[in-house]
Nanobody, 124 residues
Framework: QVQLVESGGGSVQAGGSLRLSCAAS????????MGWFRQAPGKEREGVAA????????YYADSVKGRFTIAQDNAKNTVYLHMNSLKPEDTAMYYC?????????????????WGQGTQVTVSS
């Protein structure tokens, strides 16, 4: 059974940093696309960043390039999202997702499994 458990959300002032974690289990961690998505109230879910755990290729939304970094720890079956220079518009529920047997992409509809989400709130 595939499980994704996010942690690390919280409240921070603009310009601050947070690190989100996604602990994965139930599938071969090193051959999946792991993505981070976010959804603000009244808005559609959008892709933030993704990483192919088999080779380390990364993908970012334009809105977070240069500020967010996605990384993996194979020993812990965990993917991280390091978020720096946070802005109020980054406020959202952040979700971790796994895409199996399909090339990596930042389209939410492709992902097979989802975590429960962790809230990130950035105040101005």
């Amino acid at each position: 059974q595939v499980q994704l458990v996010e942690s690390g959300g919280g409240s921070v002032q603009a310009g601050g940093s947070l690190r989100l974690s996604c602990a994965a289990s139930g599938y071969t961690f090193r051959s999946a696309c792991m993505g981070w998505f976010r959804q603000a109230p009244g808005k559609e879910r959008e892709g933030v960043a993704a990483i192919y755990t088999g080779g380390g290729s990364t993908y970012y939304a334009d809105s977070v390039k240069g500020r967010f970094t996605i990384a993996q720890d194979n020993a812990k079956n965990t993917v991280y999202l390091h978020m720096n220079s946070l802005k109020p518009e980054d406020t959202a529920m952040y979700y971790c997702a796994a895409l199996l047997n399909t090339p990596c992409a930042l389209y939410a509809s492709l992902y097979n499994y989802w975590g429960q989400g962790t809230q990130v709130t950035v105040s101005s």
